[in-house]
T-cell receptor, first 114, second 110 residues
Framework: DAGVTQSPTHLIKTRGQQVTLRCSPI?????VSWYQQVLGQGPQFIFQ???????GRGNFPDRFSARQFPNYSSELNVNALLLGDSALYLC?????????????FGSGTRLTVV | RKEVEQDPGPFNVPEGATVAFNCTYS??????FFWYRQDCRKEPKLLMS???SGNEDGRFTAQLNRASQYISLLIRDSKLSDSATYLC???????????FGSGTRLQVQP
């Protein structure tokens, strides 16, 4: 069975550009969450989507946006990239909206902003 | 104060040693607790959930102390393959989000 898949795996962008990251959840999972992990820190919550609706939002600027599609896949968009946006972006999948059973993470997209 | 705090380590231990990590959390209403393992430049992987009664999975034991608001992870008979960063995570029902600590790095040496 395929796990959580993310694309691309690596990305290099220039300051001011825009980026779109993609995530496909585990089959049957309806919830997708996005996390940002900078070097030396734990992952930080960005968004949660369940049944195509935003159910949670972390403390990130409006440059960050996301959406979930009818097939439950998701995209994370970041506009006007800053050097500080360089990080590993992780997508997590779960069957339900709640995270009481833990999440399964994809292998991430490593974004470098130069 | 951070919502979830961990000692960053590194903990350098010989093979076969027992090592324990603690993690404190600030939200007393938290209901779900987890330990994740993260290898260098990889994604976090769920190691185990932490239950009030404590739980064990092979060489790993997790405990929760709600009164003092900390969770712990004990690793017995450490293996070289246990070398990784261990992240504790607390689920915030209101935000529908996991809040992670910064991780504790473990290096098991031959």
């Amino acid at each position: 069975d395929a796990g959580v898949t993310q694309s691309p795996t690596h990305l290099i962008k220039t300051r001011g550009q825009q980026v779109t990251l993609r995530c496909s959840p585990i089959s049957g999972h309806k919830s997708v969450s996005w996390y940002q992990q900078v070097l030396g820190q734990g992952p930080q919550f960005i968004f949660q989507y369940y049944e195509k609706e935003e159910r949670g939002r972390g403390n990130f600027p409006d440059r960050f946006s996301a959406r979930q599609f009818p097939n439950y896949s998701s995209e994370l968009n970041v506009n006007a990239l800053l050097l500080g946006d360089s990080a590993l972006y992780l997508c997590a999948s779960s069957q339900l909206s709640g995270g009481g059973y833990g999440y399964t993470f994809g292998s991430g997209t490593r974004l470098t902003v130069v | 104060r951070k919502e979830v705090e961990q000692d960053p380590g590194p903990f350098n231990v010989p093979e076969g040693a027992t090592v324990a990590f603690n993690c404190t959390y600030s939200n007393s209403a938290s209901q779900s607790f987890f330990w994740y393992r993260q290898d260098c430049r990889k994604e976090p992987k769920l190691l185990m959930s932490v239950y009030s009664s404590g739980n064990e999975d092979g060489r790993f034991t997790a405990q929760l102390n709600r009164a003092s608001q900390y969770i712990s992870l004990l690793i017995r008979d450490s293996k070289l393959s246990d070398s990784a960063t261990y992240l504790c995570a607390v689920y915030d029902t209101g935000r529908r989000a996991l809040t992670f600590g910064s991780g504790t790095r473990l290096q098991v040496q031959p």
